[in-house]
């Protein structure tokens, strides 16, 4: 989801101009714009304004679940922009070496936020609730089949005393991360991890478009979506950090993505890819021939997989064919003690 421009406000000016209406609008009392919606630039300085002043709350004071809630009703205002699934650029929020947080109904995910340059617009999800949806989330889940994204976050892993795309080409990586309700007939190939990595093994061939239909394209002058794929990494199980994923990674047309997916419950997965930057890996198979770029972006994955970890709320230590080692989530950044609303 993108934004419009920001309004040129400095941060700090914006934090006392709005200090009063960001706890007003987290206690749920509208600002006057939140009146009928006007696409004049006036209008969307106020919005940017706004916006920019829940962030800064956030900023200081943590992600929370009325910043998010507050966040929705600003967004709400501009209906071209609503989503009752709300996302938050976390590069405005959060600092490398603290923890990206995902909470999915009653599952929580943290992840390490990397020393690298992040891709304007890195998206994260910190509140599902699939459980017990409000009508306009339950749309949504319906429109999405549910599923729904939770992160989509990228990084540079060019080097260069100039900001990233200046000069020349930067290339990038990225996570994008899914959060699904499985529908009844599909639990049981999500029952174990056995069943997950064929299902898995399954979905990598059918991905493999048959010699003949790529002749028979070729022949024709058309153009065959994944006609180059590639099986890189056939599916098999990993642990991290005490669960198991079932992991794979497939080659098509200058790109790499390694998959992972698992189980959180008889009726809830959760799955990421890992994105490597553009390269024609097909035709160079040999990781030392690599560009500096792209090995940096293999470090990087290692670094960021590694760093995952899934919790349960509650979790009462029931029998788990995906959990090998019970954890503890990432600890939550450090952040000043929220004042009291007067």
Known sequence: MEWPAKGGKVVMQLWRKL??????LLAGVSFPTH????NTPAWWQRYGEERDAIYAHMKRYGITREGVAAMRRLTETAPSYSDPHVSLASEKLLNPGEHYRIEMDEFILTMKVPDVKAVPG???WPYTNTRTPDPA????????NGMVQVANLGWYTCRSIFPPGLFGRCETAGVGMLYRVLKPEERDDFSTPEKLR????????NAIRPREEIEKA???????SGADNRIHLDSETVVINGRVWVRDAMDSSYSRRYAYKTALSPDRMVGFTFGLPEYDYNANPDPSSY???????????????????IARVNDDGSPDPFVIERVKPAPLP?????????
């Open 35 to 38: 009146a009928a919606y006007e």
């Open 137 to 144: 989330m339950e749309k949504l889940l319906q429109r999405e």
């Open 218 to 224: 070729i022949l024709a002058g058309n153009i065959l």
């Open 198 to 205: 064929e299902l898995s093994r399954v979905i990598m061939r």
């Open 122 to 124: 890195n998206w994260i």
């Open 291 to 309: 560009p500096a770029a792209i090995k940096r972006a293999f470090v990087l994955m290692e670094e960021v997989v590694a760093s995952v970890r």
């Open 334 to 342: 450090v952040r000043e003690k929220r004042p009291t609303a007067q």
């Open 19 to 24: 200090s009063v209406g960001i706890f007003a």
